[in-house]
């Protein structure tokens, strides 16, 4: 992980921007993993660790129809995530996480696993992702986190 994040910061510093994260199955690792690494504070503007239906509609924006329309783990609820990260920070680009990290919670549709992602960049187009992981809930929410970063890098380089 460390390797993701130092090569990360090199690019967001080279091209003088600013990452922020919006979480829910993750709890704040993603943050945890940037600031691990001195002088983040040039290219991570903050975190927003938003577990329930009421902190992403407070805290995003979140539309209180798309969550229960589409439920809090859907691409609709993480794009909405990542641009109201975007919009209530200084950040440049955003990576939002919601997911059913278990051993509960889980259904037929969105089984114990399942993960949504978006990233958003100012100025384009929101992505989104669904992944469904293996293993018990420590393993889901890394290699969450992994996804969720890997995924900024690759935004960062296209």
């Given at each position: 992980?460390?390797?993701?994040?130092?090569?990360?910061a090199?690019?967001?510093?080279?091209k003088?921007m600013?990452?922020?994260?919006?979480?829910?199955?993750?709890?704040?690792?993603i943050?945890q993993?940037v600031?691990?690494i001195p002088g983040s504070?040039a290219?991570?503007d903050?975190?927003?660790v938003?577990?329930s239906n009421m902190?992403?509609?407070?805290?995003?924006g979140?539309?209180k129809?798309t969550?229960?329309?589409c439920?809090?783990?859907s691409?609709?609820v993480v794009?909405q995530?990542?641009?109201g990260?975007?919009?209530?920070?200084?950040?440049?680009?955003s990576?939002?996480t919601?997911?059913?990290?278990g051993p509960g919670?889980?259904?037929?549709e969105?089984?114990?696993?399942?993960?949504?992602?978006a990233?958003?960049?100012?100025g384009?187009?929101v992505?989104?992702?669904?992944?469904c992981?293996?293993?018990?809930?420590?393993s889901?929410?890394k290699?969450?986190v992994?996804?969720a970063?890997?995924g900024?890098?690759q935004n960062?380089s296209?």
């Open positions: 992980m460390l390797e993701v994040v130092s090569s990360l090199g690019l967001l510093e080279g003088g600013m990452m922020t994260s919006a979480e829910s199955c993750t709890g704040g690792w943050a993993e600031t691990a504070s290219w991570f903050c975190g927003f938003t577990y902190s992403k509609q407070k805290m995003l979140v539309s129809d969550l229960e329309q439920g809090a783990v691409a609709e794009a995530m990542a641009e990260a975007l919009e209530n920070s200084e950040a440049h680009i990576v939002a919601s997911g059913i990290a919670g889980g259904s037929k969105k089984p114990v696993g399942t993960v949504w992602f990233w958003a960049e100012q384009k187009s992505k989104t992702k669904k992944y992981f293996e293993g018990d809930r420590e889901v929410r290699q969450a992994s996804v970063l890997e900024i890098l960062l296209d």
